[in-house]
């Protein structure tokens, strides 16, 4: 029986930030049809940069699905190079950002198409296309959303809080610059609304800086809200730890217990359904939701594709179109 | 004794177009003391391509007198990667103007400061000097100059018909767009009314398309009439056939005789002295102006150096203010 012709036939839509999202977006497109996959990206870490528009966790989760992703580092491609880096090093350019040089010719290309007239939407479409991606891959917005991290010191963007300073700075909270203008994609408020949805995934990613930044969007938590379709989110806290990246040591300075329960907590009026790590089993009945204890940590590819496998399986079962 | 204490001290301004030109350039760089040498680059090639700005000729001037330029493809750094241009090939960008990923970062960079509103001239010194260039070298002008190649067909943009269609449409003329309001570079019109100017020398490059632009500059030809130093002109051209580039076919196309008579007479109203080939030694007669036949053709550093000493011999050999 093919994917397609299962009983749970139907798109899955991926929510996602970058490397960590990415992995389970990566287990969902191979577990799925992959033209039945939709990967909804953060682009509120978006930023200009060397005068280029560079989309991080856009092209994380196209150089991932396209099987072009440099496994050393995370982000980026493989087979790179550092020509770039070391000659802008020489002239006094900007190195904190770093940029392979295969890299640098999918923000060349984006900021001249952007330039050009094109929508960010449009571009990834053609990219993701050219690079083999049989998935959809989507902007969560065409307009500018900036993610600014409040400090105690100062606010700062996004990317100079996350690489420049490393997440040294103690957040006090964040503030999603431009959300409250931007457009949500048109595509992801018609595959909410439509009833060939058969799952929201929202991957584990980190909730303050991957996810709610989506949710800024205007219209995007009111669709997610009355989808018809089960919203499934994926813990991105493991045993008092982040998967990947800064989640827990913002939650710990935002005075947030460090734990699933507190991120099913930020999704409750939005979500169908919490997968935790088996380590946190004890925080089960503190979801407020329908639980699925699973192994979350994903280190190799058959465990994204297994937890994506296991993740659908869950968001099956809470249908309520084929459920009670 | 010092090249400075010697009696014909003074600095040296030369002007010169892309590879063929820069080999001189790099003679008079070694035959001089650095700092003593400006080299004055066209900037009419310069071209805006996939959102940059791109500057041949003062790059290829720049990294040649770094010691850091490409010497199989005469043009670019040494040491290079290519990794932007695959992928950028992947991405379906247009990839007919080849860029290394190290020759990259001068031209992201000059986008960014140029964009930040420092002048071509502010950025050129900074980089040459971060590149360990001791000598001046100095955009003919900060103001957009952009040379169009008139054919049978049509008007061609410079890089389209000299890299994408490898000079094959036939000439029929040059319009230097934006020349007739473009101001000089101030340097150079002081430089050409000092004293302090031992002797102008018009490189071996194509007058066409590199010196000529150079000379449209609103007040570049009556500061070079009008300059106290002896102006000596290079002939780019050696038994009929160019040094280097298109400059043998553009007069062909144009019905100009392929030769240096032709080319000193294009320069007449501007040059003091001629330097020919000896194999054009035939040709001497028709100069019009006092003439040395010297070995122009340069294929080691050896040569570069010794054309140049011949060239600067000559020079102080025609200065009315210390002869005759």
């Not at 839509?13 to 990206?41: F, H, N």
């Not at 083999?132 to 307009?143: E, N, T």
């Not at 008092?240 to 734990?259: H, N, Q, S």
Request: aromatic fraction near 6%; include cysteine; charged fraction near 25%.
């Amino acid at each position: 029986m093919t994917p397609e012709a299962c009983p749970a036939a139907g798109r899955v839509l991926a929510i996602s930030g970058g490397i960590g999202g990415a992995k389970l977006a990566l287990g969902l497109y191979r577990a799925l049809a992959p033209q039945s996959l939709i990967v909804l990206a953060n682009t509120a870490d978006d930023f200009e940069h060397l005068g280029l528009h560079i989309s991080p966790d856009l092209d994380t989760l196209m150089y991932t699905l396209a099987g072009i992703n440099n496994p050393e580092l995370g982000w980026g491609r493989d087979e790179e190079t550092w020509t770039f880096m070391r000659a802008l090093g020489e002239l006094g350019g900007e190195t904190w950002f770093r940029l392979g040089d295969g890299d640098l010719a999918t923000s060349i290309e984006r900021t001249r198409r952007l330039a050009g007239g094109e929508t960010l939407s449009e571009i990834t479409d053609d990219f993701a296309g050219r690079l083999g991606v049989r998935a959809q891959l989507w902007p969560m917005s065409d307009d500018a959303v900036r993610t600014r991290v409040e400090t105690a010191g100062q606010e700062l963007a996004f990317q100079h809080y996350f690489v420049r300073e490393r997440c040294a700075p103690a957040v006090t909270g964040f503030r999603f610059e431009g959300a409250e203008c931007a457009r949500p994609s048109p595509r992801l408020i018609r595959a909410l609304g439509s009833n060939g949805l058969r799952a929201v995934v929202i991957c584990p990613s980190n909730p303050f800086i991957s996810v709610e930044p989506i949710l800024a969007v205007p219209g995007v938590r009111a669709a997610l809200s009355s989808c018809a379709a089960p919203v499934i989110a994926v813990s991105p806290v493991v045993g008092g730890r982040a998967l990947k990246g800064p989640t827990d040591k913002m939650m710990r300075e935002l005075g947030i217990e460090i734990g699933p329960t507190a991120i099913a907590a930020r999704y409750r009026d939005l979500i169908d359904g919490f997968v935790l790590d088996l380590e946190d089993e004890a925080a089960r009945q503190r979801c407020g939701v329908p639980s699925l204890c699973a192994r979350i940590v994903m280190r190799t590819l058959a465990d994204r594709e297994r937890l994506a496998r296991e993740v659908l399986r869950f968001a099956d079962s809470l249908d309520s179109r084929t459920v009670g």
